[in-house]
């Protein structure tokens, strides 16, 4: 018995002179949920429209419920709910008439996707909406309807494509306790996700995505454990000091990894981080900046970011001493 | 490969009752949700209302005493057929942009990835133009008669001109949906559109006799499918042989149903 419900190898896909997949494989065990981390451009999307059979890779195979998605597209997509990158209801229509809608072309009756219709929108809190022109709707409640509309026909798997990018945090909260119900009631969920903290929160297993290739699968505790649990971030005050906090941070850092000026893309140079393995870090790093008499500007202790993730996991290059002992 | 799934149903892997009745069925609910948006924007029937209007009056008033020398009453009774295959004709290229900005804006994703016929959301949207076709129809015969067109025939053949013109709509605007895939945007659709649509709608005898024309002119202007639809029109609501036009009209719908539907679906499950 085999209990994956996603099951891709070896997926190719080229646009042009792009090589959005090049070799990807996906394996999804039955009521997880996994998350694909990547950033813009790594092949995410690609990767869910081949799942999806919006898309027919180049190479490859993919079975989704069980099912060939090359050979029998038409029953994948009564196993499935979509929701894309962008919120794709249609504005004109009404939030019932788009639920309902979608029940009618799942072969539902008339009455039966009404119902269907006005259960969703209560359980996504959109009934006093249900009636209004969903272009008067805010951006969360689009996405709340456009995630509506992917589960009118109770899939089995369902695929969530950047599904709070553009959410403010709060709503973004909201987001992750939708797909941690449906995951309860028994779905398999597989989102893509530009946010590590995202990818923490919801899944089982976590991918990472680069240029069209897996470059690392892990828990998301393991793979915290192999960029370093958290970050810790300090920018002295004195930019001339930043070789004396390298010092101190480099005590703490967690096995296998050195502190460096910070390598975030976008942040101004002077600041130094190193992954740590929990908070006791600052125990024992306050004190030492004390006694150095440091003054610090910055101090933060955070999940890596994204940049930070593909550093470590792409060695950055320049580091192949961390690299190999990471990998 | 062996998996855990697969207890589901067997009906539910192919579609209830049969695949043409269920491509009816989701072709109609498609349908009616672009019925939906064109109640919900009342403005995007100008094409079909306003238009041919402004259209009549103004090749009735402003050219019609020039063109048949004083004898607009006349000119009325041959134009109007004619101002209504244009009409249609032009009618047709709001289709190939809605598709279009369906497509760029994601909502035609969503009907990729349910269990519904590749052409279903393509039929459904040609389906609903009826509405569009059927206004342009009662709009230009309505005024026409307001400003002085007579119907010579009966009411059985005015129906009959009014079907025959929603029919050819149908057909024609199936270039707008193929043209609707295969341009990049909305406004480009149009473009193209009134580059087919003002050569077929003007190079034919709606506005003046063909006899004016120069030899080679006139060559066009014979193989037409303006041309034809305008004849047979003229015939079922001014009198006159109707047969002729009819079935080169009915040869022409079929041809670009036969060109136009497989060019357009293609297209379609080419764009990505």
């Given at each position: 018995?085999d209990?994956?419900v ?11 002179k792009t090589q ?17 981390l990547?950033p813009?451009g ?22 989704v419920?069980g099912?060939?998605?090359?050979r029998?597209?038409q029953k ?8 894309g990158?962008y ?28 119902k ?7 359980w996504?809190?959109?009934?006093e ?22 589960l009118v026909?109770?899939p089995?798997v369902?695929?969530l494509?950047?599904?709070t990018t ?7 909260e909201?987001m992750w ?6 995951v ?15 990818a923490d929160?919801?899944?089982d ?5 680069n240029?069209?290739?897996v ?8 793979l ?13 005050a ?8 390298l010092?101190i ?6 096995p296998?990894?050195?502190a ?6 976008g942040?101004r ?7 740590v393995?929990?908070?006791?870090a ?8 004390r006694?150095?008499g ?14 930070e993730?593909?550093?470590t996991?792409?060695?950055?290059e ?10 | 490969m ?6 589901a ?5 192919s579609p209830r009752?049969g695949?043409?009745l ?23 029937l100008i094409d079909?209302?306003?238009?041919p209007?402004?259209?009549?009056l103004m ?7 020039a ?9 009325l009774?041959?134009?109007?057929p ?23 804006k994601?909502?035609?994703?969503r009907?990729?990835?349910?269990p ?7 039929v459904g ?20 008669m ?10 059985t053949?005015?129906?009959g001109?009014?079907?025959l013109?929603?029919?050819?709509g149908?057909?024609?605007?199936w ?19 009134f580059l ?7 190079g ?6 063909a006899?004016?024309?120069p030899?080679w ?8 499918p303006?041309?034809?639809?305008v ?7 001014i ?6 036009h009819?079935?080169l009209t ?5 041809g ?17």
């Amino acid at each position: 018995m085999d209990d994956l419900v996603v099951r891709a190898e070896g997926l190719r896909k080229r646009f042009g002179k792009t090589q959005a997949l090049d070799g990807v494989d996906l394996a999804m065990r039955r009521g997880t949920v996994l998350g694909v981390l990547g950033p813009n451009g790594a092949g995410k999307t690609t990767a869910v429209r081949v799942l999806a059979t919006l898309l027919r890779p180049d190479e490859g195979t993919a079975f989704v419920a069980g099912v060939d998605v090359l050979r029998e597209p038409q029953k994948v997509r009564r196993r499935i709910g979509l929701t894309g990158q962008y919120a794709s209801v249609d504005e004109d229509l009404t939030g019932t008439q788009n639920l309902v809608l979608i029940g009618r072309l799942l072969d539902l009756t008339t009455r039966d996707a009404r119902k269907r219709a006005a259960e969703l929108l209560e359980w996504f809190d959109l009934t006093e909406a249900a009636g209004r022109p969903a272009k008067t709707y805010s951006g969360g409640m689009r996405r709340r309807l456009d995630l509506a509309a992917s589960l009118v026909g109770h899939p089995e798997v369902i695929f969530l494509d950047e599904p709070t990018t553009g959410l403010d945090p709060a709503k973004r909260e909201d987001m992750w306790g939708v797909v941690r119900t449906q995951v309860a009631q028994g779905s398999s969920v597989l989102l893509t996700t530009q946010y590590l903290e995202e990818a923490d929160a919801l899944a089982d297993e976590i991918v990472v995505v680069n240029h069209g290739k897996v470059i690392a699968q892990d828990t998301p505790d393991g793979l915290k454990r192999r960029v370093g649990g958290q970050t810790l971030r300090i920018r002295p005050a004195d930019p001339s000091r930043l070789p004396d906090v390298l010092e101190i941070l480099g005590r703490v850092a967690s096995p296998g990894t050195t502190a460096a000026p910070d390598a975030a893309a976008g942040s101004r140079p002077g600041a130094a981080s190193v992954p740590v393995p929990d908070d006791s870090a600052l125990d024992d790093v306050i004190p030492a900046l004390r006694r150095a008499g440091i003054e610090i500007n910055e101090f933060g202790l955070h999940l890596p970011s994204l940049d930070e993730v593909f550093h470590t996991l792409t060695g950055g290059e320049n580091d192949k001493k961390k690299t190999e002992a990471l990998v | 490969m062996t998996t855990a799934v697969l207890d589901a149903p067997t009906h539910l892997d192919s579609p209830r009752g049969g695949s043409f009745l269920a491509l009816v069925r989701h072709a109609g609910a498609l349908a009616k949700r672009s019925l939906i948006k064109t109640v919900r924007t009342p403005e995007a029937l100008i094409d079909v209302t306003i238009q041919p209007v402004i259209f009549l009056l103004m090749f009735t008033y402003l050219f019609g005493g020039a063109i048949a020398d004083g004898d607009r009453h006349g000119y009325l009774q041959l134009l109007l057929p004619g101002m209504l295959a244009q009409s249609l004709a032009m009618g047709s290229i709001a289709l190939g942009q809605n598709l279009n900005s369906d497509i760029e804006k994601g909502v035609f994703d969503r009907f990729r990835s349910l269990p519904v016929s590749r052409s279903a959301p393509l039929v459904g949207a040609v389906l609903a133009d009826i509405v569009r076709y059927a206004t342009v129809s009662v709009v230009t015969l309505g005024f026409g008669m307001i400003i002085g067109f007579r119907i010579e025939t009966g009411t059985t053949a005015t129906l009959g001109a009014i079907a025959l013109a929603i029919a050819f709509g149908l057909c024609f605007g199936w270039i707008s949906v193929w043209v609707g895939m295969k341009v990049r945007t909305p406004g480009a659709v149009q473009g193209v559109m009134f580059l087919l649509v003002f050569p077929l709608s003007f190079g034919s005898d709606v506005f003046v006799p063909a006899g004016t024309l120069p030899g080679w002119l006139q060559g066009f202007v014979k193989v037409n499918p303006i041309t034809h639809l305008v004849g047979a029109e003229r015939g079922l609501l001014i009198g006159g042989p109707v047969a002729h036009h009819l079935w080169l009209t009915l040869a022409w719908m079929a041809g670009l149903l036969v060109v136009f539907v497989p060019l357009a679906l293609r297209a379609y499950s080419k764009r990505t």
